[in-house]
């Protein structure tokens, strides 16, 4: 019997905002794995069981999945909008986590089912804070589809 690991797909290009992000999770003692994509394609991939990540179960999708909307590749809101369009992954929950102040993308994001939509904080204290409280809600308090 495998054990369950509470996963966290963060979708990041910007080192600075990764490292913030592990800080983060490290100074809450969240119980979960972060595991970290730099760009659109490799988060589909991982998501989608395909490309580089053809081996990983499919069926073991993250807890959550913090979604930049400015990445590489393909971007945040094209990401969403292919995890909500295959169903594999169209209940998998995502938060967009992003720097963007545009309605339109506060717009968008909602329109192509994401659960929340959380401008990123510019302080330390403030993002460590948004990453307790996002990952507190999703890892202990939601009720999961997963079976852990």
Not at 12 to 38: K, Q, S, W
Not at 70 to 78: A, F, Q, R, V, Y
Not at 109 to 117: D, E, I, Q, R, T
Request: aromatic letters at 6%; one cysteine or more; hydrophobic letters at 40%.
């Amino acid at each position: 019997m495998s054990k369950c690991v509470k996963t966290i797909l963060l979708v990041e290009d910007n080192p600075d905002d990764e490292e913030l992000a592990r800080l983060a999770f490290a100074e809450n003692r969240l119980d979960g794995e972060l595991v970290v994509m730099r760009d659109g394609q490799e988060a589909l991939d991982y998501l989608l069981a395909a490309g580089e990540y053809a081996g990983r179960d499919a069926n073991e999708q993250p807890r959550l999945v913090l979604l930049d909307l400015n990445i590489p590749k393909i971007s945040g809101l094209e990401v969403l909008r292919r995890i909500r369009a295959d169903e594999r992954t169209r209940l998998q929950p995502v938060v967009v986590l992003t720097s963007s102040k545009e309605e339109r993308d506060l717009v968008a994001s909602y329109s192509l089912g994401a659960n929340s939509y959380i401008r990123k904080p510019l302080d330390y204290g403030s993002f460590v804070e948004a990453v307790h409280s996002v990952s507190q809600y999703w890892l202990t308090l939601n009720e999961s589809l997963q079976s852990c």
